[in-house]
């Protein structure tokens, strides 16, 4: 089973910063899964927003393209969501993600299967 714990929000102005961390833990039933996140706010559908592979080639959706960036540090089992440039539409409960290579691309009707994630507001 696998197990992933977000760090790293909180509470920023329009136009500010934030960086993201998940760790990973647990045992895959497949080999280099790709990693990814994702966002989800109350009523509304879990929202996929970028995944990295672990050869390190990246993929986003347009909606945080050229403002979020994802990264990795593989031997430590930790993936990384760089955001700037937030926008109060930004503000939403983030989820680290993971699936068998190349299946992160999809919204889902919950992030909850992904576990707890962790809150990012902002402000006008």
């Known amino acids: 089973q696998v197990q992933l714990v977000e760090s790293g929000g909180g509470s920023v102005q329009a136009g500010g910063s934030l960086r993201l961390s998940c760790t990973v833990s647990?045992?895959?039933?497949?080999?280099?899964?790709?990693l990814g996140w994702y966002r989800q706010n109350p009523g509304t559908e879990c929202e996929f927003l970028t995944r990295i592979s672990s050869d390190g080639d990246t993929y986003y959706a347009d909606a945080v393209k050229g403002r979020f960036t994802i990264s990795q540090d593989r031997t430590k089992n930790t993936v990384f969501l760089q955001m700037n440039d937030l926008k109060p539409e930004d503000s939403s409960v983030y989820y680290c993600?993971?699936?068998?290579?190349?299946?992160?691309?999809?919204?889902?009707?919950?992030?909850?299967?992904w576990g707890q994630g962790t809150q990012v507001t902002v402000s006008s």
């Open positions: 993600a993971y699936d068998k290579p190349g299946l992160l691309y999809s919204d889902y009707a919950s992030c909850h299967y």
């Open positions: 647990g045992r895959f039933d497949y080999d280099d899964p790709d």
